[in-house]
């Protein structure tokens, strides 16, 4: 990776004189790059005032980095030059590969072939290459105005999958006055991928956080392992999470961009901060990389001028999931020797009557103390409307001092006259504090640095709580036919595993049936196995509430005519539970196996609330599982029922990663529901799938 | 309300020769007020060269309206003072009222009473009273700078509770280029409130759009009412949505907050568009002015130059619940003209390849046209990169007025360089075109112009189906006593007003429970009904599946020890059903008599699912009621279950309010749950509450 980012020598194929995109990467070359530059052209003497090659091979020195601009088709051809250069780093910006349909595949197969033979590492095709600001380097045909707008050098690096997003997120960071370290536009990512970068990143001395757009990860696992070791704070917005955008998603840049939300679920677990828009991306990157360490607790003071402000603050905080923090009693007290005595120092704390009381420096300064001091509180938010009063600018290295001897966060939300926030933004980012114009931004960044820390500090003390699976599992014969298993075979292979299931069993007369709904007690479910049909209740093959025999034996008849002679008849204990949840395992295209735990009924149906981990887990991990969904409180006591037994249903979801790890015939495992009577979790129906479902 | 805006002449109680608040008023009101100017302060002679009078009786003219700056305590003098003058409008700007507690309260009351007495209007006091940018009248305290920061007619007013906001808001708009025509600080509001504006503002012919920050609407009825008869978008903040948030709302500005969903269940129901943050409600009531009539159907085609804005913008669309436009066969006939030809056209329509192929204005021109005029389609989003192309700004008039003809709109998501971004909006300005900068904020503010569009359509088209009550409802007589009517009274209630409820009986021997039950059919339920305790589940007072005789028995005399002799014991039959919804009727303290709506079971009271309307209904405005849940899909037939049965659904909302209206003495009814099997409602248990509980 080093050499494409640090080469000593480029060459450009398909430079140019003409005002076009082989212009553009010779002048953004020239514009900062300190190593030689050979533009290459056989219609050329020399391009830029720099002398023009017509091929590879006529460049009288080494060459380390090829950025290759001709047209798709000639593209092999200058793979092979560079082969025999010696050249073991390309970067291939032209469009007409992959993403073009059959021929384009094709043809972008053969330049990987090519690159492997001959140990080249190719970058690209389709993207816009790399740019480092703080050095100057633009491997890029991006428009030189680019490179003009104003970027600012910064210690943010970027990954993007998308080439003209690569230069509009430069652009748009420019305007935000955002600064960047590496900027690096991966297109079709024949071979370098967001996996390689984030490895190279992680080392980059220049680089504090990692910032990107994709719209697939096809090596999601790795990426995931990556994210999960990783040190410095990673951000991701993921184009194609809501099905126009994934279909969209699969004819661009010809990837696929996978189920959203196990990739969601999977990397949020792996401590990434997931963003849904391009401007969030940007603001939560920057805010990680101005805060690097919070408590994840993140209990808020808000300070204000305003009420109204205070207000609008809280509601924000609130809806990213922060807590308002609680002031303790010395802190009130402290407040009420700056406060008018009608009024009762609270959280958000509004400073307005004091300031008319007391000065604004006093008011303020004696509040922030008093707040700072407070062990309650993790992260002040002060409310600050700029160019009305200059006052607070002057105390912001002050402000900062004293955030950082309390170990605390200090974070503005800027409000106010156009040139004073500009005055003000520039005072701050010299004091190292962060500003944000939007409340509801604001919030979602804070909640963002939390999400991070709180990864952070778990993974740093997580113990490797593996435990080796059960010992010795009677191994189920898998039928060797059959692509699912019963719902009664399911379950015994559950059971096998010690996954706690219901108990039931196979009838094979209405009077065995009898026989075992008078051992475990009324009312039985019974219910019709048809052969490769998971969804029984769809087909009426479900009876619920079967309380006297009369009845049971007239829907067992009703059963076996349905039937007609396939499958069998499964007799089961109604159980009554307090909630349902779903628990599941499956192989992912680009996740490899996972486990899957979420709310279960229908009301998670259609506001689904599940979460996915890369199995198989640590004891540890599946705890942490449990606790990331988002109803989380329904498992916690809610209502008056009992909590749930969070290593019961941890050891569940260990389980479920250790049965895939040992059937490779296991594609999926669906336990839904999983009830939950007591606090303990019992699976009531079960689904496996073997071997992979092809052409779907 | 006309000569608070449009007064000849003003007095300002207050004024000063010094750099203060009584200073600033008189400066803003001689940089644009073209009627007479008095300061009064008997301190000075003369105020920015105005003559200054010790006294408002020793101005020679007519004075129309006061604007108070004195301190709090010398306002009833300087109120009696205007009384005599003959001044029926009042601003007072000075803090220190009800927002400072009971000393406050009580001088506030007094100003009241002066004012009711002697037929004079106050508005504030603690406000910023009024700004009118057009005109350039700035009513108000407001630092002179505001004034001149950049402010830009416009045809959007404003309605704001906080006073600093009021001047933060004006500052944000003028930095964001966006217009304003009236701005109105009404701080707490002791006799002027936002209903009197709102109407005054329907009719002002200088306003398009109205936008609201509030903490609390006392009057939430009335403007319910007022919202839902406006011709004119209201877009609202509403400031104390969260705990926290309506905790501070509560100590700030003397407002109570209110029930936060309850509010946004009724005014979004009026049609009233809500906004969560500031800059939220900003870019909202703009792009409402910008967009008036859009189909609300509202099925978005998308254009861009980037494959990846293309994902993200319809990422951002369907998140804020828009519609991606199947394009027509015609359609994609056309744009294969265009399209080179491995790329099968699709929405969004990614125009990069066809560029590079057919040239810039060729290819968007010809593809813009296409789809303006696919039956399909109601707007089209347009994605574009300034600063590295401005090929697209001279197009804008062109693009404009055939979007016009079309009868469609066209709204641009603008990226790019500052100074191009600049460029482009300046010229969209003039075309008339509505821009965004950030996709989903783009999402959210289209969204909101289809609410409205669609309220509109609606309330244009609604008959007024109001039907008379239940003729004769055998009237029950309410006990004197009780707080609480037990399940099987209120049951009693609405089984007269024709709402279905579920069999059940009181049972005074298990003998007759037991009749009950083979009668109806086993299981069934028995509840133990203590009087005034409404949570029977928790108090251990309901079991449920009891399908022997053995077990009822039991049951019953464990019920009968529980309630100590108290109370009576209710057999029911136990209801299967498909799901749970909720139902009920309460006199809010804002909105008067109210019908709530919603989803039940555990899940729902994790993640409400609940929305409420005026009471009495409408037929129409009842179903529009039961279609207005987040999760209305699983009442529309989700997963194989009957719909629910809408008519029968609404009829029993109606009547929850006529019940209301027929027993002043009823505060709330609840349905809880109310199942549905089959598509059919029927209230399971009910809980009437009686008489204002009072000091809670």
């Given at each position: ?40 052209n056989?219609n ?9 090659f ?7 020195g080494?060459?380390d980095l ?12 200058v793979?092979?030059a560079?082969?025999?250069?010696g050249?073991r ?7 007409g590969?992959s ?33 480092d ?6 491997f ?11 970027l ?14 690569s230069?509009?997120f ?5 305007r ?20 390689d970068?984030l490895?190279f ?10 910032a ?13 392992e ?13 184009g194609?999470?809501?099905?126009a955008?994934a279909?969209?998603?699969?004819s ?12 969601t ?9 997931m ?7 940007m603001?939560m990157a920057?805010?990680?990389g101005a805060?690097p360490?919070?408590?994840?607790a ?18 924000a905080?609130a ?10 009693a ?6 009420e ?5 009608w009024m ?13 009381l007391?000065?604004r420096?006093?008011?303020?300064m004696?509040?922030l ?13 002060i409310?600050?409307?700029?160019g ?13 001092k ?11 939300w ?16 010299s ?9 509801t931004r ?7 640095v ?5 990864y ?11 435990v ?17 298993l ?10 096998e595993w ?6 039931e069993q196979?009838a094979s007369?209405?009077?065995?049936a ?6 475990v ?10 052969p490769?049909k ?6 009426g ?41 779903i628990?599941g395992f499956l192989r992912d ?5 996972c486990?899957m ?15 996915f981990?890369l199995?198989?887990?640590t ?22 029922m ?6 019961a ?13 040992a059937?490779a015939?296991i ?14 979790p ?6 496996v799938v ?7």
């Amino acid at each position: 990776m080093e050499t494409f980012f640090n080469p000593r020598s480029v060459a450009v194929a398909g430079a140019s004189q003409k005002e076009n995109l082989g212009n553009h990467v010779v002048k953004n070359l020239k514009a900062g790059f300190d190593g030689d530059i050979y533009p290459i052209n056989p219609n050329y003497d020399e391009i830029e005032g720099l002398p023009c090659f017509p091929s590879i091979d006529a460049i009288p020195g080494h060459v380390d980095l090829a950025i290759v601009l001709v047209p798709a088709k000639a593209v092999p051809t200058v793979l092979e030059a560079c082969a025999r250069k010696g050249t073991r780093r390309v970067i291939i910006e032209s469009a007409g590969f992959s993403e073009t349909g059959d021929a384009g595949r094709a043809l972008q197969a053969r330049c990987d072939e090519i690159a492997r033979k001959n140990d080249i590492r190719l970058w690209g095709p389709n993207c816009m290459g790399i740019v480092d600001v703080p050095r100057q380097y633009f491997f890029t045909f991006m428009h030189p105005r680019i490179r003009t707008s104003g970027l600012l050098p910064g210690r943010i690096s970027l990954i993007v999958q998308s080439g003209m997003m690569s230069a509009v997120f430069l652009a748009e960071l420019a305007r935000k006055g955002i600064g960047v370290s590496k900027a690096c536009s991966i297109g079709n990512r024949a071979d370098v991928d967001e996996c390689d970068l984030l490895a190279f990143l992680e080392k980059d001395p220049d680089t504090d956080v990692v910032a990107l757009y994709l719209e697939s990860i096809p090596r999601g696992r790795r990426f995931a392992e990556l994210a999960a070791a990783s040190t410095k704070p990673i951000v991701l917005l993921k184009g194609g999470q809501s099905e126009a955008g994934a279909q969209a998603a699969m004819s661009h840049t010809s990837s696929l961009s996978g189920n959203s939300r196990l990739a969601t679920g999977v990397l949020s677990g792996a401590g990434v901060v997931m963003a849904d828009s391009v401007f969030q991306m940007m603001d939560m990157a920057h805010t990680l990389g101005a805060i690097p360490r919070l408590n994840p607790a993140c209990r808020i003071a808000v300070m204000t001028l305003s009420g109204g402000a205070g207000i609008l603050a809280c509601d924000a905080l609130a809806r990213s999931g922060l807590t308002i923090a609680t002031l303790s009693a010395e802190t009130k007290k402290k407040l009420e020797a700056v406060f008018p005595p009608w009024m009762p120092p609270a959280n958000p704390i509004d400073l307005f009557p004091a300031v008319s009381l007391r000065g604004r420096t006093a008011a303020f300064m004696d509040s922030l103390s008093a707040v700072l001091e407070d062990p309650g509180v993790d992260a002040v938010v002060i409310h600050f409307v700029a160019g009305l009063d200059e006052a607070m600018s002057e105390h912001l290295d002050n402000l900062k001092k004293r955030a950082d001897q309390s170990g605390k966060t200090v974070i503005f939300w800027l409000m106010g006259l156009a040139e004073g926030k500009r005055q003000f933004r520039e005072n701050a980012r010299s004091a190292g504090i962060a500003v944000h114009s939007d409340g509801t931004r604001l919030a979602e960044c804070l909640s963002a640095v939390a999400h991070f820390n709180a990864y952070r500090q778990r993974a740093e003390a997580e113990p490797d709580d593996r435990v080796p699976p059960i010992p010795e599992p009677r191994r189920l014969d898998l039928p060797g036919t059959t692509k699912m298993l019963d719902e009664f075979d399911s379950k015994r292979l559950l059971d096998e595993w010690r996954i706690p299931v219901v108990e039931e069993q196979i009838a094979s007369t209405p009077e065995e049936a009898w026989a075992f709904a008078e051992q475990v007690g009324l009312p039985v479910v019974i219910k019709g196995l048809a052969p490769d049909k998971a969804h029984k209740t769809e087909h009426g093959l479900v009876k619920l509430g079967i309380s006297d025999r009369p009845r049971l034996f007239e829907t067992f008849a009703r059963l076996q005519t349905q039937l007609g002679g396939k499958g069998r008849i499964l007799v089961q204990q109604q159980v009554s539970y307090d909630y349902e949840l779903i628990a599941g395992f499956l192989r992912d295209a680009q996740f490899g196996p996972c486990v899957m735990f979420g709310l279960g009924g229908i009301l998670a149906e259609l506001q689904p609330d599940v979460t996915f981990a890369l199995a198989p887990l640590t004891e540890t991990k599946a705890v942490q599982l449990v606790r990331s969904l988002r109803n989380r409180r329904l498992l916690q006591g809610f209502r008056g029922m009992a909590p749930l037994d969070e290593a019961a249903a941890a050891r569940l979801l260990v389980q479920l990663g250790d049965i895939g790890a040992a059937h490779a015939r296991i594609e999926q495992i669906d336990i839904n529901p999983l009830v939950v009577k007591n606090g303990l979790p019992v699976a009531v129906d079960a689904n496996v799938v073997l071997d992979k479902i092809t052409g779907a």
